[in-house]
């Protein structure tokens, strides 16, 4: 069946230091890709997404290209800084019917000043 | 707009009790899911409803779980009787349908002593 692998964390930066979370995942076909963040207290929201191989989706200096060679989605940003704080979910999401998302365990991002 | 409303927040009962959860999705939102995080791990689906229709229950532990959305509109998750390894947040997610992103309540966390 369809699966995603993350990282573990906790992963601990200091602002404005470079960030990468690894996720790899294991499907029939060709799904989409998701990363979801979790802040301190409040529910999932979507971050960023690619429907396609070679896609990159981008949002609030976040991004992900989704590489079929690989099957991997990595999560990166640039320069963090503490409100990134939060953990992070990679999921997919099979093609048949309706959505249905299949998520990795987590990887808490801990950004110190 | 209004987001997905789960309540209570937090529930403490013991193994062998019952429990009730509820959700409102946002308004319009035609798809709905529930979704178990147990502590360390990903969330995990265990039903998802089109309108008042349930399209995937493959996960739910018939035995002990149950769900309802009348009128195509809130919804309930009922467990009876609990169990140890029932403790976890269960999640709410609504959507219009199709490839649209998904929208998740706070949840619930259930501690079953």
């Known amino acids: ?113 | 707009e209004a987001g997905v409303a789960q309540s209570p927040r937090y529930k403490i009962i013991e193994k062998r009790q019952s429990v009730a959860f509820w959700c409102n999705p946002i308004s319009g939102h035609a798809t709905l899911y529930w979704y178990q995080q147990i502590l360390g791990q990903g969330p995990k689906l265990l039903i998802q409803f089109q309108n008042n229709g349930v399209v995937d229950d493959s996960q739910l532990p018939k035995d002990r779980f149950s769900a309802e959305r009348l009128k195509g509109v809130d919804s309930t998750l009922k467990i009876q009787p609990a169990k140890l390894e029932d403790s976890a947040v269960y999640l709410c997610a609504s959507t219009f349908g199709g490839r649209e992103k998904l929208f998740f309540g706070s949840g619930t966390q259930l501690s079953v002593l």
């Open chain 1, 1 to 113: 069946g369809n699966s995603v692998t993350q990282m573990e964390g906790p992963v601990t930066l200091s602002e404005e230091a470079f960030l990468t979370i690894n996720c790899t995942y294991t499907a029939t076909g060709y799904p989409s890709l998701f990363w979801y963040v979790q802040y301190p207290g409040e529910g999932l929201q979507l971050l960023l997404k690619a429907t396609k191989a070679d896609d990159k989706g981008s949002n609030k200096g976040f991004e992900a290209t989704y590489r079929k060679e690989t099957t991997s989605f990595h999560l990166e940003k640039g320069s963090v800084q503490v409100s990134d704080s939060a953990v992070y979910f990679c999921a997919l999401s099979d093609l048949t019917g309706f959505q249905k998302l299949v998520f990795g365990t987590g990887t808490r991002l801990l950004v110190s000043p």
